[in-house]
C-alpha cells in the first residue's frame, strides 16, 4: 500500500463547475496535509495545506480533511481552464521529523 | 537568491558514468529536500537536510546515490555509475523551516542516462 494515493486521472470538468481531488494516506498518525498544484513541465507550488479535521477555505480553494477515515481533499469552485494542472497530495508522516511525502498526483483538466 | 536554483538544467550522460547535481536553495532557509520525479509519476522523496546534517536519508534508491550540504546552503547530489532507471527530474526544494511543509521548488535538473 503506498503512502499517500491519489486516482491519477485525468479529471476533466467543464469551466465554472466544482472540481474534487481527492487523497487518501495510509499513516494514522499523520499530522500535515498539503495540496500542491504542478503546471505541465514547471515545478510543484504549494496551494493549501490543512492540520485538522474539517474544512479549510482559500478563495475558489476548500481544503477537507477527515482523519478518521484518513482521507483529505481538495475542491476547486467555479473550475477555471488556468486551474488544469497535475495537483500532488503531501503528507507528513508521524515522527518522520521533515520528510513529506507526495502522493502520485490527478490530472485536472478545465474544458471552456 | 531569490528563488531554489538548481544546475544543471539537463544532463545527458552515459550508463556507468557518474553525475553531479547541484542545488543552491533560498537565502535563509535551513531545510533542504531532495525529490525524484519519473515521467507522469508523483515526486519519490530522496533525501532531506537540516543545516548541514540529513537526518533522513531513507529514500536513496541505492548505494550509488550520495548527498551532501556544506555551510548550510548548497547541496549536491550525486550519483555514481548511472543506469537507465536514473533518469528523471530530479528536484530540490527549501523551506525556512522543517516540518512546515512549505517547500520551494527549483526547476529541476532533467537526467538522461543512454
Known amino acids: 500500500q503506498k503512502e499517500v494515493e491519489q486516482n491519477s486521472g485525468p479529471l476533466s470538468v467543464p469551466e465554472g463547475a466544482i472540481a474534487s481531488l481527492n487523497c487518501t494516506y495510509s499513516?494514522?498518525?499523520?499530522?500535515?496535509f498539503f495540496w500542491y498544484r504542478q503546471y505541465s513541465g514547471k515545478s510543484p507550488e504549494l496551494i493549501m495545506f490543512i492540520y485538522s479535521n474539517g474544512d479549510k477555505e482559500d478563495g475558489r480553494f476548500t481544503a477537507q480533511l477527515n482523519k478518521a477515515s484518513q482521507y483529505v481533499s481538495l475542491l476547486i469552485r467555479d473550475s477555471q481552464p488556468s486551474d488544469s494542472a497535475t495537483y500532488l497530495c503531501?503528507?507528513?508522516?508521524?515522527?518522520?521529523?521533515?520528510?513529506?511525502?507526495f502522493g502520485q498526483g490527478t490530472e485536472l483538466s478545465v474544458k471552456p | 537568491g531569490a528563488g531554489v536554483s538548481q544546475s544543471p538544467s539537463n544532463k545527458v550522460t552515459e550508463k556507468g558514468k557518474d553525475v553531479e547535481l547541484r542545488c543552491d536553495p533560498i537565502s535563509g532557509h535551513t531545510a533542504l529536500y531532495w525529490y525524484r520525479q519519473s515521467l507522469g509519476q508523483g515526486l519519490e522523496f530522496l533525501i532531506y537536510?537540516?543545516?548541514?546534517?540529513?537526518?533522513?536519508k531513507s529514500g536513496l534508491p541505492s548505494d550509488r546515490f550520495s548527498a551532501e550540504r556544506t555551510g548550510g546552503s548548497v547541496s549536491t547530489l550525486t550519483i555514481q555509475r548511472t543506469q537507465q532507471e536514473d533518469s528523471a527530474v530530479y528536484l530540490c526544494a527549501s523551506s525556512n523551516r522543517v516540518g512546515t511543509g512549505e517547500l520551494f521548488f527549483g526547476e529541476g535538473s532533467r537526467l538522461t542516462v543512454l
Open positions: 499513516d494514522r498518525g499523520s499530522q500535515s
Open positions: 503531501a503528507v507528513t508522516p508521524y515522527n518522520q521529523g521533515g520528510k513529506l511525502i
Open positions: 537536510f537540516q543545516g548541514n546534517s540529513a537526518p533522513d
